[in-house]
C-alpha cells in the first residue's frame, strides 16, 4: 500500500543559493518516472541561465516572489500561485528578487535532470534526518 512520503526520510541538496529536497525520484520512489521537490531560492540567489536537454519541467510558487526568464526572453515576475511551465530543452532562469525565500515545488518529466546539479561545486548532500546548514 502506498504511503506518504516523510521529507525527512530522504536527503537534502544544498547549495550557495539554497536547498532541495527531492520527495519523488527514481531513486527514492520504485515505478516512479519523473521527479518532484521542493526548491528554496535564498534573497538575492537563484538558477543563473541552463537548460535540461531530455526533461520538461514545472515549477508552481509556494511564497515569496522573484524573475522568471524562458527563452531568453525579457524575466517576468512570479510570485505565490504562479505555475510555470519550460519545455524540454529550453533555456530558463530564476532568481529571487524578494526579502524571504522564495519557495517553489519543481518537477521533471522524464526524471534525471536533477543529476546535473550533484557535479555543481558548491553541492553538499545532507543525509535525511539531519537539518541542512546555511552560512552567511
Known sequence: MAQPIDPHSVPSQT????????????EYTLGTGLTFGEVILLPGKGHERHN???????????????????????????KAGDTIYVPIGMYHSTMNTGWEPLRLLATYNPAGAERVLEAAADFQEVPAGKLPELHR
Do not use: C, R
Not at 547549495?15 to 527514481?26: Q, T
Open 15 to 26: 547549495f550557495d543559493w539554497g536547498i532541495i529536497k527531492w520527495l519523488v525520484k527514481p
Open 52 to 78: 535540461h536537454i531530455e526533461s520538461e519541467e514545472i515549477l508552481y510558487v509556494l511564497s515569496g516572489t522573484g524573475a522568471q526568464m524562458i527563452d531568453d526572453d525579457d524575466p517576468f515576475d512570479i
